[in-house]
């Protein structure tokens, strides 16, 4: 049967293995970056990792950020936000072995119902390798411009072709 288990330090082997099965090497972020964020976020039960029996086939990591919060990739210090607005979808991920059962849909289900009920006003993410239409099929727009020179010196490091989207949410 399939879980949605809280992520831990401890899971930061397991969602490294999966990082590598999913994105291309400009990606990859280290192992001192997923624990940065699961660091700033601990207690707040925002980040996910997928598992069916002893298989681990998918995770998503998110935490919530200010206006001017966006983490970068890679980044090896991340300082918990004192106001935030957003819950930000840093990463989500699903094993080409459990791909197409919903499970990424499962997984971003997760952490808009996570935003809902901290409070927040919106879901944000940076879309790479592509996955625009993936997004949007989710409810997700391309941000307004123009962004700020903090937010788009930030989305930067994702390389050229990454885009900053945004859910709003109802108000509760
Ligand atoms: C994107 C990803 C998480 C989707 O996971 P999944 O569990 O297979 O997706 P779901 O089952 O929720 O949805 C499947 C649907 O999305 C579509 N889809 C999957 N990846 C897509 C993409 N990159 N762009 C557009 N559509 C995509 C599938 O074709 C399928 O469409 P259908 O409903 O018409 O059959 C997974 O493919 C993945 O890990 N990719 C590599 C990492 C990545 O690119 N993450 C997002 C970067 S921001």
Do not use: N
């Amino acid at each position: 049967m399939l879980q949605l288990k809280v992520i831990d330090t401890a899971d930061v082997p397991a969602v490294m293995a999966l990082q590598a099965e999913c994105y291309g090497p400009e990606f990859l972020e280290s192992a001192e970056a997923f624990e940065a964020k699961l660091r700033a976020t601990r207690g707040l039960h925002c980040s996910y990792l997928a598992v069916e029996g002893d298989r681990m086939l998918g995770y998503v990591v998110s935490l919530p950020v200010g206006a001017e919060g966006l983490p970068a990739l890679d980044a090896p210090h991340i300082e918990r936000a004192r106001t935030p607005d957003s819950l930000y979808l840093h990463d989500l991920a699903v094993s080409p072995a459990g791909r197409a059962q919903r499970l990424g849909h499962k997984l971003v289900q997760q952490v808009v119902q996570r935003a809902q009920d901290m409070g927040l006003r919106q879901v944000s993410l940076v879309a790479v390798q592509g996955s625009s239409d993936y997004w949007r099929r989710l409810g997700f727009q391309d941000a307004d411009a123009p962004l700020s020179a903090a937010i788009a010196q930030k989305l930067a490091s994702f390389g050229p072709d990454a885009r900053l989207m945004r859910r709003d949410l109802v108000p509760a």
